[in-house]
């Protein structure tokens, strides 16, 4: 039996999880839900963002599908990021991110892409402190062994998708130790994988260039964990925006799936939250942790389907709901 530990968090989250859950649900009909606590609102009422019975719960279930967490931009003693802490814990290194044209949405035809993000280190060590008063410091950590298990993972996914061209994106003119290692160790482990005929890099900020020049240039982007970060967001606009934006993050026999969007409080509760991000972030995790391609790709088509006969996604104040029926209706 499947299970699936389902984390709603803060603001739409809670909106998006429900129509994305129903579509799995109809999909697998055998699946077993769990429901757990994490985020913003989850730490106002027990002091903890994450609480021990949550990472349990996706631990036991091996799979899961998270909503959106709101986070403070300033310093609250005791808090730390929900979906960082989820991440680091459950060692989940890999942050699928794939960008493809769909249609109506789509601003640019022919785009099909996906970003490989480093998910465990990098900027988001969590690293910080003050040096002195008016200086404070991040560190950027970067080791050999997780660049290895990211180009492993490039590679094993590289091979399902019969990958055209692999870009490795760094800044590695500037960071030339760190950038330097991510590069290096990537490269060592695909050029052993067989890849090296279609390996390729670029500096970040081209890249950036690039993916708005010519987005349809690209296939896999593998990154480090700010760039990833960065760079999925301005891509994913060639795929209709964060409101379809999914991603997965995957582990060693562990999957979290969650839309790359956030929590959107500017309209919580307006009915407006567009649920494909969640709804196809649900079918990755059939793609690349069940290993079921294909109902992940019949949640794809339904999703298609809608996009071009719907012509649209803003149903107003009921979007949310037509969006979901419209998906539910065609699988
Ligand atoms: P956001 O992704 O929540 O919203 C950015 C913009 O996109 C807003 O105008 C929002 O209305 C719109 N938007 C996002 N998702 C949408 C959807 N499904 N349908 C329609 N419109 C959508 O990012 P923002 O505003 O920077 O952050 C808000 C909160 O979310 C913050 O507390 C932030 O820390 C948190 N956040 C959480 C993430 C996560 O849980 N993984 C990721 C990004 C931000
Ligand atoms: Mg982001």
């Known amino acids: 039996m499947r299970e699936l530990c389902v ?3 803060d603001g739409i989250g809670r909106e998006v999880l ?3 859950v129903a579509v799995l649900q109809k999909v697998l009909p055998e699946l077993h839900l769990r429901e757990a606590e994490a985020g913003w609102d989850c730490f106002q009422r027990h002091g903890t963002s994450v609480p021990e019975a949550t990472f349990e719960a996706l631990r036991q279930c091996g799979a899961g599908l998270f909503g959106a967490v709101s986070s403070p931009s300033h310093k609250v003693e005791g808090y730390r990021s929900a979906i960082l802490q989820l991440r ?10 794939p960008v493809r044209s769909l249609p109506v949405v789509s601003h640019h035809p022919g785009v099909d892409l996906l970003i490989l993000r480093e998910n465990s280190e990098g900027m988001y060590s969590g690293r910080e402190h003050w040096e002195s008063d008016g200086v404070a410091i991040a560190e950027r950590v970067i080791s050999r062994a997780a ?3 990211l180009a492993l993972a490039a590679a094993r996914i590289a091979h399902g998708r019969k990958a055209r061209r692999i870009t490795l994106v760094h800044k590695a003119n500037v960071l030339s130790l760190t950038c330097g290692l991510f590069r290096d160790t990537c490269r060592d482990t695909l050029t052993t994988e067989g890849w090296s005929n279609v390996l390729d890099e670029r500096l970040v900020d081209v890249a950036a260039l690039q993916l708005v020049e010519c987005p349809e240039g690209f ?6 964990n700010l760039f990833g970060d960065i760079l ?3 891509a994913c606009h060639w795929g209709g925006g964060l409101g379809l934006a999914p991603s997965l993050n995957l582990g060693d026999g562990l999957a979290l799936a969650e839309p ?3 929590s959107a409080p500017d309209i919580v509760g307006s009915g407006r939250a567009n649920p494909l991000a969640a709804i196809l972030s649900a079918a990755l995790l059939l793609r690349h942790h069940w290993q079921d391609e294909a109902n992940a790709r019949r949640i794809e088509r339904a999703v298609e389907a809608f996009l071009r006969e719907e012509g649209h996604v803003d149903h107003g104040v009921e979007t949310t709901r037509v969006v979901g029926e419209g998906v539910l209706q065609r699988l």
């Open 260 to 262: 790359v969007h956030g």
């Open 7 to 9: 984390i709603a968090g």
């Open 232 to 234: 999925s967001d301005l």
């Open 219 to 224: 296939d896999m982007i593998v990154t480090s």
């Open 88 to 97: 680091q814990r459950l060692g989940l290194y890999l942050n699928l991110r």
């Open 18 to 20: 429900p129509p994305a």
């Open 147 to 149: 660049c290895e298990r």
